[in-house]
């Protein structure tokens, strides 16, 4: 090699760029497309069938009368009172989660154990902090649509259904987490009341509680706003609210009653977002 | 506490010297300056409006009626259908969830990204004009739920798994575009400012410098919407959109409860299998 090519391969960017890595970014990215293959088989995903013809024509033809909303009063008043319902739906079913939560977040909570001062905890209420963790992980993990639907026979069309469906739910998720945040956090005091003789519920509500109020009440803040949400979508199992409306529309083709109310449903819920920021802001 | 005896004005010592001076005592539980006293009574209020303006219908599910009509609803339940061939079927439908999932999330993840990088401001001097319109179009795709969205795409794509993966994607990018669009904006700037200042154009600032530096948060928060739209896919279909959901709501349509029994067995035992595979896994990789 003779020193004269030395200078012009310093040179920056005198050759053509090259990227080193080419070939197996090509390889990987084939790789990909193959494997999801057959997700797209899976699925029956045809985008093109959008585009044929008669369906082309439906979708026009229904967001062709998404305009002009419609807006009389007699439809804006059935959509203020179906928002309260969603909103009262949201609230009365998070009240009931509370209900159920926080016994069983007492009951399951390590800290406030105290066989567990000194060593192992006894035997039965280990066995009992573990049944109820295991009845909180199985009411949380079946979705509240599906509850939704089982009331939705038992108890009939209406907010009952909904608000029991979301009860459930949100009180297996809040009472998993509520336990998991007063087991997260230091135990020191909670340790020296119950050491020097106070009871649990004494030491729950002077050394525990205040500690983690804030955290626990940003949660339940945040579970309102998301219960909110699936109020809506319970709506469309028959539970009320908002979504049921939304159903109705939609099955009758009216075009501007479902831009209405869709519209409607982004403000609420932009607003149950912000008035949840706020609140959670202004506690910590 | 003001002792019931005394007509003349208590003199200042009484204040100084009580046992439990009136700067010691508990505040008063109601006070007019107070913001979280109004805030709780406007809670509770909220709390009984609700619960008076819904028209609960307690009678019919805390009655003994009720209690025998859900005894009745529960014994239909079993024993749940395990032949062969309906098993089968099961199968296939939770793996056409899965696809869902799988399939929209991915769609999301590429949707997302195309959104978030004009969703954020890149640099000081980027002006970023579609800053705030893109935030706008994302936040109105994830203020509406999946089951909407598919309620509302099954009018073009038809009834099937197609709308539910469509509508998953929709409304997850609209999720992870939001969360995209954050995290591009609070990494480091040095190593783009970098190639800027040597005139690279921003297609390759953002290939080479901004690409590489988020790209294993963009993992995570993919693979964390992923989970959950495994979640959000089981119960899709009950709005006729594919998979578990749509199975579900056509056999408890037709009242085939033995049937509807081992849907739900099927559903719950894959909401587990996830819960507890990404717990295993987190827990791992935190390790």
């Known amino acids: 090699m003779s020193a004269t090519h030395l200078p012009q391969a310093n040179l920056p960017l005198a050759g053509k760029l090259r990227d080193p890595d080419f070939s197996s970014r090509i390889f990987w990215l084939t790789f990909a497309l193959l494997l999801l293959w057959p997700l797209g088989v899976a699925t029956e995903f045809r985008p093109w069938v959008l585009w044929e013809p008669e369906n082309r024509k439906v979708s026009r033809d229904f967001l062709a009368i998404f305009w002009p909303l419609v807006y009389d009063a007699e439809f804006m008043r059935m959509v203020v009172r179906e928002t309260w ?66 009331f939705v026979r038992v108890v009939g069309l209406g907010p009952t259904a909904g608000v029991l469906a979301i009860a459930l739910t ?27 003789g106070s ?32 109020s809506v979508v319970l709506g469309f199992v028959g539970a009320g609210g908002l979504g049921q409306q939304l159903d109705n529309s939609m099955k009758m083709f009216n075009g501007g009653e479902v831009a209405t109310l869709l519209l409607i449903f982004i403000l609420l819920v932009a607003l149950a977002d912000s008035v949840s920021a706020w609140l959670r802001r202004a506690l910590s | 506490m003001k002792p019931k005896t005394s007509a003349k004005p208590l003199s200042k010592s009484f204040y100084l010297e009580a ?61 749940p259908d395990l032949s062969p061939k309906f098993l089968n079927k099961v199968v296939l439908a939770a793996w056409e969830t899965l696809a869902m999932s799988a399939l929209g999330t991915i769609m999301a993840a590429a949707l997302g990204l195309a959104l ?35 309620a509302l795409l099954l009018i073009s794509a038809g009834l099937g798994p197609m709308a539910g993966t469509l509508a998953l994607a929709l409304h997850t990018s609209g999720v992870l575009g939001r969360l995209f669009a954050e995290a591009m904006e609070n990494i480091p700037t040095g190593p783009g400012d970098a190639l800027r200042t040597q005139g690279v154009g921003p297609l390759r600032v953002f290939a080479y410098a901004t690409l590489p530096q988020v790209l294993p948060q963009l993992m995570s928060y993919t693979l964390y919407r992923w989970e959950n739209n495994i979640r959000a896919a089981a119960v899709l279909g009950v709005v006729g959109a594919g998979g578990l959901g749509q199975m579900l ?39």
């Open chain 2, 116 to 150: 978030a990088v004009p969703a954020s401001r890149m640099s000081q001097q980027d002006a970023a004009w579609l800053r705030s319109p893109t935030r706008w179009l994302l936040n109105a795709l994830r203020a509406i739920p999946e089951l909407v969205w598919a």
């Open chain 1, 85 to 150: 319902r969603t909103v009262a739906m949201a609230t009365a079913g998070v009240t009931l989660a509370l209900m159920l939560a926080i016994p069983m977040c007492l009951m399951a909570t390590r800290v406030l154990s105290l066989s567990a001062l000194s060593g192992r905890m006894d035997r039965w209420p280990a066995v009992l902090r573990w049944c109820v963790r295991a009845t909180l992980i199985v009411l949380r993990s079946i979705p509240e649509l599906v509850w939704a639907l089982v």
């Open chain 2, 249 to 287: 709501s056509f056999n408890m349509g037709l009242f085939l409860m033995n049937k509807t029994a081992t849907i739900l067995g099927a559903m719950l035992l894959m909401v587990a299998c996830v819960d507890a595979l990404s717990f295993s896994l987190r827990r791992w990789l935190n390790r």
């Open chain 2, 19 to 79: 046992a439990n001076p009136p700067y010691k005592l508990p505040p008063p539980l109601f006070d007019a300056r107070c913001r979280a006293c109004w805030f709780s009574v406007g809670l509770l209020l909220l709390v009984l409006a609700s619960f008076v303006s819904l028209d609960l219908d307690w009678a019919a599910f805390a009655s003994l009626e009720a209690g025998r009509s859900m005894y009745r609803f529960m014994a239909e339940f079993f024993p």
């Open chain 1, 199 to 230: 009871g649990r519920l004494q030491a729950f509500v002077y050394a525990l509680l205040p500690s983690h109020a804030a955290e626990l009440a940003s949660y339940t803040v945040y579970r309102w706003e998301c219960a909110i949400r699936s």
């Open chain 1, 170 to 196: 949100y009180g297996g998720m809040l009472g998993k987490v509520y336990a998991e945040i007063l087991e997260s956090g230091e135990s020191h005091a909670t340790h020296t009341l119950m050491r020097n």
